[in-house]
């Protein structure tokens, strides 16, 4: 079993409240949000963070920024913030590459 908490989110292993699912992208609430409306929008795909992305995952990263503004959207946000860690001195703690979405109605 992998290690990774949001792969343990992706195989359901561990709960969370689900927003959206498809084959590759799921969005869910954080567990500890610092916003009104918080959530975290990965890829399925285990790519550790930004550092680590290759020039493969082009259609894969833009096609997960078009669905997590999709999602903001049909959560009724008219504007957002959104926020990406990098590294353990980009305050990453949670090592699948992970979009912050931030807003409040
Ligand atoms: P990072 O600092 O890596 O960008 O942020 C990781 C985020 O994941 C944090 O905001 C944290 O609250 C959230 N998080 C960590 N573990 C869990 C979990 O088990 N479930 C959910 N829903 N969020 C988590
Ligand atoms: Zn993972």
Known sequence: MSKC???KIINKDIPAKIIYEDNDFLAFY???PKAPIHFLI???LHIESLQ???SEHTNLIGRLIIKANEIATNLG???YKTHINTG????QE???L???ILGSK
């Open 42 to 44: 990965i890829p399925k």
């Open 5 to 7: 908490i949001f792969c």
């Open 30 to 32: 954080d567990i500890n």
């Open 52 to 54: 680590h992305l290759q």
């Open 94 to 96: 949670v090592f699948h």
């Open 88 to 91: 353990v001195k980009g305050g």
């Open 77 to 79: 946000l008219e504007g």
């Open 98 to 100: 992970h979009i912050h």
